[in-house]
């Protein structure tokens, strides 16, 4: 099976420091579902962009790297047969209910370091 991530985009990320299971209701289901079924195999969700620090040759900066009206919230990664598999897997994401969406591409290398 091929590996592909799935990077979310949203205006910001749900997981705040002091976000409530209510909050979180929505996308930890839809990771739970997704863990169920067998299909995702890693994921992560990022904290909101001010606790964001980017590195240039210039020095540190307050900020995710790319200042724009959405940032990448989260990934996770899934295993399919084929790409329209994962397009469709990737497709309930419930950030695609607002204003974001989901990026799929498949994965090149990599892996845990041990």
Known sequence: MTQFAVLIYADDSAHALDATDEDLAEPNGHGDELAASG??????AFTPRQLAKSIRTTGV????????GQVVAGVYFLEADDEQTALTIASTNPAIKGAGGVEVRPVHSGGFVE
């Open 39 to 44: 299909a995702m195999t890693a994921a992560w």
């Open 61 to 68: 900066s307050e900020g995710p790297f790319v200042d724009s």
